[in-house]
């Protein structure tokens, strides 16, 4: 069995969105080593084929794997919406039995419910992951009796990792959206954020939310289930170095990334760059 000297939990994203959740992972267990990869060279993954996507986060996992993780989290909603069952169900038995590839769907469809007493909720997500349909099913499999409404919202990423979030031109395309999935159904009281991307939003989204809605990110919800998964699987969790270190890369220029990522992950950062090509 390959080991290395160090084996790190791998936070995945196609860009910067996945270092809000993170954020979250490394407050609620900082005693972890972390390596985070965003692959903003080919990034945004919202509006990209299902086999792409698929192609493009499987190339990822195989990164992590080689860098030592046992334990990769796709901090990516359209990745874990069009790649995460596949590379579960057909890649890891063959690549890495004895490792595991999770997503920030499923964490978030296992609670979401419990926030809301009108029984009607929100997602505001990417047009990949909208597509997918994997929220309504995910969802319905822990709370059947909930209705759930999706709103593609494919301007939100570009304006986070642009750093125009707060710009006055974010407010037209936030109020659009807050709109639609309003008009969809009135009496939704949970509105959850299906993006990483999206809590640099928060203010904005919820200026015009309307009052007594609840806004969710996914960031705290994914530390918590993260805990709860490492405390629960010890064959995983031991394997897992703790030496509070983190690494950062990036598949695009690493002055860029640190740039921007501090918004993101509310520190600085130092990344470093890896080339990847797709095996076709």
Request: charged share 25%; proline share 5%.
């Amino acid at each position: 069995m390959y080991m290395s000297a160090s084996n790190p939990i791998g936070v995945f994203d196609s860009g910067f969105g996945g270092l809000t959740v993170l954020k979250e992972v490394v407050s609620k267990l900082p005693q972890y080593d972390y390596i985070y990869l965003g692959d903003n060279a080919r990034a945004p993954y919202g509006n990209r084929s299902f086999d792409t996507v698929y192609q493009y986060t499987l190339q990822c996992v195989k990164w992590f794997f080689e860098k030592g993780c046992k334990l990769v989290i796709l901090a990516c909603n359209t990745a874990s919406a069009k790649a995460l069952r596949t590379i579960q169900q057909n890649d890891l038995p063959k690549l890495a039995p004895d490792s595991r590839v999770l997503g920030v769907i499923r964490p978030t469809a296992e609670i979401i419910g419990n926030f809301s007493e009108t029984k009607s909720v929100g997602i505001l997500a990417t047009n990949g992951t909208v597509a997918s349909e994997s929220y309504p099913m995910e969802i319905a499999k822990f709370f059947p009796e909930l209705k759930v409404h999706q709103e593609a919202c494919p301007m939100w990423v570009p304006l986070a990792e642009n750093n125009e979030h707060q710009s006055d031109g974010a407010d037209y395309f936030v109020k659009k959206h807050i709109q639609n999935i309003f008009e969809k159904d009135e009496s939704i009281d949970v509105v959850l954020l299906g993006c990483t991307h999206y809590p640099l939003l928060s203010k904005k989204i919820e200026e015009y939310l309307p009052i007594g809605v609840k806004l969710i990110a996914q960031g705290e919800i994914v530390a918590e289930s993260l805990a709860d998964y490492l405390a629960r699987h010890p064959e995983i969790e031991r394997y897992c170095s703790k030496n509070n270190k983190r690494e950062f890369f990036t598949t695009d220029a690493t002055i860029d990334f640190d740039n921007h990522a501090r918004y993101f992950y509310g520190a600085e950062i130092q990344s470093k760059h890896i080339d990847l090509e797709i095996d076709r």
